[in-house]
C-alpha cells in the first residue's frame, strides 16, 4: 500500500506536471521544424546524411505517433488524471462547497488527450489527381466523380482560387450532386473529410525531328540547345480551347524568352506533331476518429471554465446570509 501511495503522490505532484508540460511543449516545436509523413527520398534529397541520421533517431519524421512523444503524453494524463482523482476525493471528505467547473475541466483535458492519442495512431489520409470525368472510391463505401474544375486568377495572373465539382454516391446510390470543393470550404461526409489540395496539368508532347521520325515525349524540365541558346520545355498551357506548348529559351544562363507552341509550329530542329493535355486537381480525403473526442473535450473544457467563473462571482450561503450576531445588532 504504501508503495502505491508514493506512486499515486508522485504523479499528482505539480512539479511533475509542468516538466512534463514543458518538454511536450519542447519536443512538439522540434516537431514542427521537420514535414512530418513524407516519403524517405523526399528527406534523403533536403538533408545532410549526418543531420538525417538525427532526424530519424529521434522519429522527427513521424514525431507525433513515436514513443518518445507518446511516453510523455502517457506520463501527464496519469498524472492529470491523478489529480482529479485525489481532488474529488479531498473535497468528498471535507464537505466543501460543490464547484464543478475545474473537475469539468480536468475531464475535458483528459479527453482532448485521448483524442489527439486516436488521432496521432488513427488518422489516415489519402489523395488522388482526378481529371473531368474520373470517379474514384474513397472508402466507407463513398464514391466520388469530378464533374468539372476551375482555375481561378487574379489579373496578375497568379492563383484565386481552385473549384472542384463533385457528385458524391454511397453504395451505388447519389448522395450529393455538384458540390463544389474549394481551398477552405471541404466536402464533409460521415467520417471522411475531403479537401482541395492541388492542381496540376497532365500532358503528352509529341514531337517530329528533321527526318520526321518522332522523339520521346519530353517531360517539364527537359531541354536541347542550338545555336548557344538552350531551350528549355516547362509544360503546357490552355490557350481558349486548346493547348499551348511552353519553351523558354535561355542565352548566357538568362531567360531570352518564352514560346507558346500549337500543333505544326516549330522549335530548332522539332516540329509539334501534337498536344494531349487536361487539368488535373489534386484531392484529399482524411479520415479523423479523433475529432469526435476533441470536440467533447472542448465542449467540456469551455463549460468548466465558464461554470468555474459563474461560481467564484456568486457568493456563498454563508457569506450571503448575516449572522445571528448581526441580526440581533440590526434589531436594536
Known amino acids: 500500500m504504501n508503495a502505491l501511495r508514493s506512486l499515486f503522490l508522485f504523479f499528482k505532484s505539480v512539479r511533475l506536471a509542468v516538466v512534463l508540460i514543458v518538454l ?35 522519429h522527427l519524421t513521424r514525431f507525433f505517433g513515436s514513443v ?10 496519469v498524472s492529470l488524471g491523478c489529480c482529479t482523482v485525489d481532488r474529488l476525493v479531498r473535497r ?14 480536468h475531464i475535458g483535458l483528459l479527453l482532448l488527450i485521448a483524442g489527439g492519442l486516436v488521432t496521432a495512431l488513427g488518422r489516415h489520409e489519402a489523395t488522388w489527381a482526378l481529371a473531368k470525368g474520373d470517379e474514384v472510391s474513397i472508402g466507407s463505401g463513398y464514391t466520388l466523380r469530378l464533374v468539372s474544375f476551375q482555375y481561378l486568377r487574379y489579373d496578375n495572373g ?5 473549384i472542384s465539382t463533385v457528385n458524391v454516391a454511397r453504395e451505388g446510390r447519389g448522395e450529393i450532386a455538384g458540390f463544389p470543393i474549394e481551398v477552405n470550404h471541404p466536402l464533409r461526409l460521415k467520417g471522411i473529410t475531403v479537401f482541395q489540395s492541388s492542381y496540376d496539368v497532365s500532358g503528352t508532347l509529341r514531337l517530329r525531328d528533321l527526318e520526321g521520325a518522332v522523339v520521346a515525349p519530353p517531360e517539364p524540365g527537359d531541354f536541347f540547345e542550338q545555336g548557344g541558346s538552350r ?12 493547348w499551348t506548348a511552353l519553351f523558354e529559351r535561355f542565352r548566357g544562363g538568362e531567360r531570352v524568352e518564352t514560346k507558346a507552341l500549337r500543333a505544326g509550329d516549330t522549335i530548332g530542329p522539332f516540329t509539334v506533331a501534337g498536344i494531349t493535355a487536361r487539368e488535373i486537381t489534386g484531392l484529399k480525403a482524411v479520415h479523423d476518429p479523433g475529432l469526435a473526442p476533441f470536440l467533447a473535450a472542448l465542449l467540456l473544457v469551455t463549460a468548466g471554465l465558464g461554470l468555474t467563473f459563474i461560481q467564484k462571482r456568486m457568493p456563498s450561503a454563508s457569506q450571503g446570509m448575516p449572522s445571528a450576531s448581526h441580526m440581533g445588532d440590526i434589531s436594536t
Open 24 to 58: 511536450i511543449v519542447v519536443l512538439s516545436l522540434l516537431a514542427t521544424l521537420v514535414p512530418q509523413g513524407r516519403p524517405d527520398s523526399w528527406y534523403q534529397a533536403r538533408y545532410a546524411p549526418g543531420i538525417l541520421t538525427l532526424i530519424n533517431a529521434v
Open 92 to 105: 468528498a471528505r471535507a464537505g466543501s462547497p460543490r464547484r464543478y467547473g475545474p473537475d469539468l475541466v
Open 158 to 162: 497568379s492563383p484565386r482560387d481552385w
Open 68 to 77: 518518445i512523444f507518446l511516453v510523455p503524453i502517457g506520463f501527464f494524463t
Open 231 to 242: 531551350f528549355v520545355f516547362t509544360g503546357f498551357q490552355r490557350d481558349g480551347a486548346a
